[in-house]
């Protein structure tokens, strides 16, 4: 039987959490005088939290001692953390359980690769966390995507060569760390941003799985 590994990324492809990010960012640069747009916000997908920070801070034109700092980025946390102990499985994005049963049903090793430090948390709240074999996020590694490394602790944690893994990912970083660890990209969301995955879906909806199947046997 073949057997391919999935690894799927969590923000933005299981569940929608980048509001709560959104939401949690924009209270603290209002709070220290620096507006700030959804559209900055895209440029902080993927990112992690210290660069986030780094970046809010020099759009608003302000400088912080080390220790302003790491209250602020405690204060996005908590505010983050509050967001998402009120999530539910009515927070799964459309399809994705479905999807992921089907790999199941097919004995297909199932892994999570994520930047969150929040991961498993996020994924008992919504009750997928069984689905998983394998669970590497941000605890697990060192470094940020575009650095494969997250993509490939998972390929090793299922016992699965990368080059027979497959991603799913909805952000840029992630697309080019998957590339660079020899799997397949498979991006969730806009073409034109996603240009890079070797195909690309609006949602889960649009996959099939006879999408899927051939994935699996090819």
């Known amino acids: 039987m073949n057997k391919k590994g999935f690894i799927f990324d969590l923000d933005g492809v299981i ?8 939401l949690a960012w924009k209270k603290l640069a209002n709070d220290i005088g620096i507006d700030f747009t959804e559209t900055q916000n895209e440029e902080l997908k993927g990112v992690s939290r210290v660069k986030s920070l780094e970046k809010i801070l020099s759009w608003g034109n302000k400088e912080l001692t080390q220790d302003e700092f790491m209250k602020l980025m405690a204060k996005k946390n908590n505010d983050y953390l509050h967001h998402i102990s009120q999530m539910d499985e009515n927070e799964i994005l459309p399809d994705v359980p479905q999807k992921i049963n089907y790999l199941k049903e097919k004995k297909q090793p199932v892994a999570l690769g994520s930047a969150s430090k929040n991961a498993r948390v996020i994924l008992q709240k919504v009750n997928l966390i069984q689905y998983f074999n394998a669970i590497v996020d941000g605890n697990d590694v060192v470094k940020a995507k575009p650095d494969p490394e997250v993509f490939l602790n998972a390929a090793k944690a299922i016992e699965i060569p990368p ?4 991603v799913f990912e909805d952000s840029v970083a992630g697309i ?6 020899a799997m397949m990209a498979i991006g969730i969301g806009d073409k034109e941003v996603l240009f890079e995955a070797d195909f690309v879906f609006k949602s889960f909806e649009d996959i099939t799985t006879e999408f899927i199947e051939q994935i699996i046997e090819n």
């Not at 080019?176 to 660890?181: E, L, N």
Request: net charge positive.
């Open 163 to 166: 080059e027979r893994c497959v």
């Open 176 to 181: 080019q760390a998957a590339k660079k660890a």
């Open 15 to 22: 569940v929608d959490t980048a509001k709560y990010h959104f």
